[in-house]
């Protein structure tokens, strides 16, 4: 495809990054387009704050860079960062009123990452408030629009990037996943999105939700893309104690790495993938069901083999969730008190009061209940018999999946058991979400790397998300399977109409 600056946007982080090396388009031309695009297109939501100075400065700097001979290899690429990474040049607020005008003295090493490796960021994208929800409706900010279908969620809680990549507003954005937050807003929108194996980014900078799950990771709309982002941003951080100690990796590079035995036509021959009888259940909707096994046949002639497996305990992979994420929240969120930062109630009585008052006006309803759940399973009587009893679980969850690794070399499956639903359909129950997050949980719990690439289209010609998980620190392998599934399949290059 010939590049001209008039369709720029539908360039992703490989083609613009070669563009930029070969000089037929600047960065200040990239970022200036993509600026155009994110202001036509506000009431989708996706921003939260959008710095054309800044971004357009940082531009400049990467055009100079480049001319100087010192590119990188993301330099002058425009990017976002989900509002849940701090950042020290633009406000952050984790999608919460508590957050509002925050300003952090510091950059999240994820974005500091980035930005050595010369990306441009345009700005912070909307999510839900502290990560928690697969929706982006709860956001203090507004609902977030799948560019797909207006009238839909986009997913969430990385709702803002998602719909921000989909909408071809940016070629890939920061997201973050603690119980599918990556995985579930890039089926929704029709992207790809990776969430690496725990540990592989660094989570300092990142506002904490559930830091035994927290992991950050790219959105984009190719395996390619991710594997470029996620080298950039990924790697050792001693800010960080449950950072993996581990040699910076080249993912792009292991994404391209042959297998094995692979030929031309089929570059997944012995490749083993294990289907979860319990990530097919009855209930599964029929459209996700027909797009994901389109997508299995697709690899299947790719040279992949599908074997039969089983993890137990998916349906368990729920409750134990809502009880670790929730009462790592409550310790977490305790520091939202008003004294040192964030809101603070402009009236109150004495101490007491300022933090009551100030955490009843800062905090949303749902970040509100996941305190009170996570306090009450915490607490004296209750830890063993909730707490405790969910960290053993989550172990044998662990273990499950360790023996599915002994038949096959990748899971996959659904990300989710529908497709987006319309905004307001759940009428604020938490329930639905919290029991729509089966097929993604289990894998955070695990702390695998899962990805979601896209699979086709179901009902209303919303997108399908198929769910590829792999061994620790096999976000190598997962790229590969998904890049060879997109050299073979255009499902990923379709773009919203309108967009
Ligand atoms: N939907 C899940 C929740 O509400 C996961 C969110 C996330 O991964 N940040 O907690």
């Not at 400049?60 to 990474?85: E, S, Y």
């Not at 719990?445 to 990805?451: D, T, V």
Request: hydrophobic share 40%; charged share 15%.
């Amino acid at each position: 495809m010939k590049m001209s600056t008039t369709d720029l946007h539908h360039w992703g982080v490989a083609g613009l990054a070669q563009a930029m090396a070969a000089k037929t388009v600047s960065s200040v031309e990239a970022t200036q387009h993509l600026l155009n695009r994110a202001q036509a297109h506000t009431t989708l939501g996706s921003f939260l704050h959008l710095d054309a100075e800044a971004a357009l400065s940082a531009a400049r700097a990467a055009d100079a860079a480049r001319a100087a001979g010192q590119a990188g290899p993301l330099t002058g690429v425009p990017l976002a960062h989900k509002d849940i990474f701090v950042t020290a040049d633009m406000p952050t607020t984790a999608g919460s009123k508590m957050l509002a005008n925050y300003r952090s003295p510091f950059d999240a090493t994820v974005v500091a990452r980035l930005k050595a490796a010369g990306a441009v960021s345009l700005g912070k994208l909307n999510c839900d408030e502290y990560a928690m929800g697969s929706a982006n409706e709860n956001s203090a900010y507004g609902p977030v629009h799948n560019p797909w279908d207006t009238q839909r969620v986009p997913g969430g809680s990385s709702g803002g990037s998602a719909a921000a990549v989909a909408a071809r507003l940016l070629p890939g954005a920061t997201g973050t996943d603690t119980g599918g937050s990556i995985r579930q807003p890039a089926s929704f929108s029709g992207v790809t999105g990776i969430k690496p194996t725990y540990g592989v980014c660094s989570r300092y900078g990142m506002i904490a939700f559930a830091s035994s799950l927290d992991q950050a990771g790219p959105l984009a709309r190719s395996a390619e893309d991710c594997a470029l982002l996620l080298s950039a941003m990924s790697g050792f951080d001693e800010r960080d104690a449950t950072s993996a100690e581990r040699p910076a990796q080249d993912f792009h590079a292991q994404m391209l790495t042959a297998r094995e035995g692979a030929t031309a036509s089929q570059p997944l021959k012995g490749l083993r993938i294990g289907l979860p009888q319990e990530f097919f259940p009855a209930a599964l909707a029929q459209d996700v069901n027909g797009a994901v096994r389109n997508a299995l046949a697709e690899l299947e002639k790719l040279g992949a083999t599908l074997v039969d497996v089983s993890l137990p305990r998916t349906e368990l992979s729920i409750p134990v969730y809502y009880i670790i994420a929730p009462a790592e929240a409550s310790s977490n969120l305790s520091r939202f008190d008003g004294v040192k930062f964030g809101h603070r109630a402009a009236r109150y009585d004495d101490l007491i009061d300022m933090y009551k008052k100030t955490r009843a006006e800062g905090f949303g309803a749902e970040v509100k209940r996941r305190i009170m759940i996570g306090t009450y399973v915490l607490s004296h009587g209750y830890y063993d018999a909730y707490y405790l009893q969910a960290q053993k679980l989550r172990r044998m969850i662990a273990e499950d999946f360790q023996r599915c690794f002994t038949q096959c070399d990748v899971i996959a499956g659904p990300v989710a058991p529908t497709v987006a639903w319309k905004i307001g359909e759940q009428g604020g129950d938490p329930l639905q979400a919290y029991l729509a997050d089966i097929f993604t949980l289990p894998a955070s719990l695990a702390g695998l790397p899962g990805m979601s690439v896209p699979a086709g289209f179901g009902e209303g010609g919303m997108p399908v998300g198929l769910q590829l998980i792999g061994n620790y620190f096999a976000e190598g392998q997962l790229l590969h399977t998904a890049h060879a599934l997109q050299q073979a399949t255009d499902w990923h290059t379709r773009a919203p109409a309108g967009f």
